[in-house]
């Protein structure tokens, strides 16, 4: 079955960086767009950032500048490097794969990513 397990959380003071990981097994990584969504406390998930099979990537605003998402085919492991982070980016940080009409069929757990002032 697919699973996709998420690390790299923790915590850490504004303005540091986090690498968070997520490996993913039971399908072929290469064949599907894989994203970072997170859910802070009180709030609905929001989309973070994307990225297709063939390393197109997109980002939303709130992150643009300051997150990088990457790939690793050879590994099936997807990335996000998270620099110049602030006390909203807290959340806890999904990994999800294989976008199908429009909605990702496949997620992890999630790693709880803290940041504080």
């Known amino acids: 079955q697919v699973q996709l397990v998420e690390s790299g959380g923790g915590s850490v003071q504004a303005g540091g960086s986090l690498k968070l990981s997520c490996t993913a097994s039971g399908y072929t990584f290469i064949s599907c767009d894989m994203a970072w969504y997170r859910q802070a406390p009180g709030k609905e998930r929001e989309y973070v950032s994307s990225?297709?099979?063939?390393?197109?990537?997109i980002y939303a605003d709130s992150v643009k500048g300051r997150f990088t998402i990457s790939r690793d085919n050879d590994n099936d492991t997807l990335f996000l490097q998270m620099n110049s982070l602030k006390t909203e980016d807290t959340a806890v940080y999904y990994c999800?794969?294989?976008?199908?009409?429009?909605?990702?069929?496949?997620w992890g757990q999630g790693t709880q990513v803290t940041v504080s002032s």
């Open positions: 999800a794969a294989c976008r199908r009409s429009g909605e990702y069929m496949f």
């Open positions: 990225i297709s099979s063939y390393g197109s990537d």
